[in-house]
């Protein structure tokens, strides 16, 4: 059993960098390269949510160090983020950053988030 265990704890350590940083990493030099923008918009909001839960993290890590399984929840959500079978980033982001966005930009006299391309892809199909 202790080999089984050492095992799992080598794969959790490869699987949250791999599919946080190296994966999407990759995608979105791909986005980058690729001629639609469609792509570049779910890779730019997956860094947005990133780097958030990144400072969210820092802030609260005295209260997540008591949760146990913390690091494997946060894998988690990631991966729903990264999956190009979900779009989760690009559902986040549309469903409530471009809203925040909207409300505080408008109190701040800003004119934020009226254009987006997934709106528009989703509205021609």
């Known amino acids: 059993m202790g080999h089984f265990w050492t095992l799992l704890t080598?794969?959790?350590?490869?699987?949250g960098p791999s599919i946080?940083?190296?994966?999407?990493?990759?995608?979105?030099?791909?986005a980058i390269e690729s001629?639609?923008?469609?792509?570049?918009e779910q890779?730019?909001?997956?860094?947005?949510l990133y780097s958030f839960l990144t400072l969210m993290?820092?802030?609260?890590?005295?209260?997540l160090y008591w949760i146990p399984i913390w690091?494997?929840?946060?894998?988690?959500?990631?991966?729903?983020?990264v999956l190009?079978?979900?779009?989760?980033?690009?559902?986040?982001?549309?469903k409530f950053v471009r809203e925040q966005?909207?409300?505080?930009?408008?109190?701040?006299?800003?004119?934020?988030?009226v254009h987006s391309p997934l709106k528009e892809r989703h509205a021609t199909e």
């Open 10 to 15: 080598h794969l959790n350590s490869l699987a």
């Open 84 to 94: 190009p079978q979900f779009q989760g980033a690009s559902f986040m982001y549309e």
């Open 43 to 48: 890779w730019l909001a997956y860094w947005i």
């Open 101 to 113: 966005l909207k409300k505080y930009g408008a109190k701040m006299g800003k004119n934020v988030g």
């Open 71 to 81: 690091y494997q929840l946060k894998v988690a959500f990631v991966a729903w983020l």
């Open 57 to 63: 993290e820092m802030v609260a890590e005295p209260i």
């Open 20 to 30: 946080m940083l190296l994966y999407p990493l990759y995608a979105s030099v791909r």
């Open 35 to 40: 001629p639609s923008k469609l792509d570049d």
